[in-house]
């Protein structure tokens, strides 16, 4: 695929220009599992605090941290403000357990969950799950109840027959308004969907991606390419967060590169076929940005390189 036209303003080197009065979006930090909500047996990834909001991959489940803390401003919500806010939707697929001395029991479960998992817990205590995830669980509640904050987790479930991804929002709930928490709100959604999967993994990619389709103009030449996805890393290593909407194809990303990051091109070449390029921005920062066809689509995938690496490509042949 003949895609080098449209890569001039990416390739061409450049004289640095001024630095755009545009601050840098921050980059964020990798989330810290808590230390409660792991056994041995399972794996289960869990955040806490500011990195919810951020990890959170359903849109409903995000809606529902939303309302909790909005209803935990005042005091700490009960089930009845869940069910008055904009959560209501979640509820499809929720679990309600009240804390015993040294259990947890299922008092509430959606037809949702129950058909999800192919099983009726009512009635039952946590201990009485007999798999490995209800250890971790446990650990989760905990934490909800002590703390009086919520917990986000992902994991594979073994309730159910099938192997299913879920993600899963715990927040505590107090049964009167004396703020004292008495249950655990469990309100999951599936990840099960491979295009879901592949999606979350892009968005969380350490390395910064850019995909594009190649757009054809007269005579049948590829001129330009549309935007079609750009992962959280490339929009903070580019500093795209305020002008994403205005950065939609190749020819207007090629400019960005040096105008909008202040990076300035350092040297330029080509790793198994691939046009590579190294930049180093106003932070004396550097960045590899490598540009490969796959299949119909054009992908940009930058990294942050070390001093060394760069030294070595502009080191003159022995």
């Known amino acids: 695929m003949a895609f080098t036209s449209f890569l001039k303003p990416l390739t061409s080197t450049n004289k640095p220009a001024p630095k755009p009065a545009l601050a840098a979006a921050p980059v964020a930090k990798p989330a810290a599992p808590a230390a409660a909500a792991a056994a041995p047996s399972v794996t289960v990834q869990t955040w806490t605090g500011i990195e919810i909001p951020t990890e959170i991959h359903s849109r409903v489940l995000a809606g529902a941290y939303r309302a909790w803390m909005a209803a935990t401003a005042a005091r700490l919500p009960r089930f009845s403000d869940m069910v008055e806010s904009n959560a209501r939707v979640a509820l499809d697929d929720m679990m309600l357990l009240s804390k015993t001395d040294t259990d947890y029991l299922v008092v509430a479960q959606s037809p949702n969950y129950i058909r999800n998992v192919g099983r009726d817990l009512r009635g039952l205590l946590l201990s009485e799950f007999k798999v490995p995830i209800a250890d971790a669980m446990k650990g989760i509640y905990d934490v909800c109840i002590d703390k009086h904050q919520p917990v986000y987790a992902r994991y594979v479930s073994e309730l159910s027959q099938q192997s299913i991804y879920w993600e899963v929002l715990v927040v505590p709930l107090a049964a009167d308004n004396s703020g004292r928490p008495t249950f655990v709100l469990n309100l999951v959604s599936l990840i099960d969907d491979k295009s879901a999967v592949m999606q979350m993994v892009f968005d969380r990619s350490p390395v910064g991606m850019i995909v594009s389709v190649p757009t054809q ?75 490969e066809a796959v299949s119909r689509f054009v992908l940009f995938s930058i990294v942050e390189v070390d001093e060394y690496e760069v030294r070595k490509l502009k080191k003159p042949p022995q």
Do not use: C, H
């Not at 959280?232 to 090629?254: H, N, P, V």
């Not at 590579?276 to 540009?291: E, H, L, M, P, Q």
């Open 217 to 291: 103009g007269e005579g049948g030449k590829t001129d330009d390419g549309i935007i079609l996805s750009i992962n959280e890393r490339a929009k903070s290593m580019l500093r795209l967060a305020d002008r994403q909407r205005q950065i939609q194809t190749l020819r207007q990303l090629g400019p960005w590169f040096r105008d909008g990051t202040a990076w300035t091109q350092i040297v330029s070449t080509t790793e198994n076929g691939r046009p590579k390029i190294y930049y180093r921005d106003d932070a004396a920062k550097n960045f590899a940005v490598t540009i």
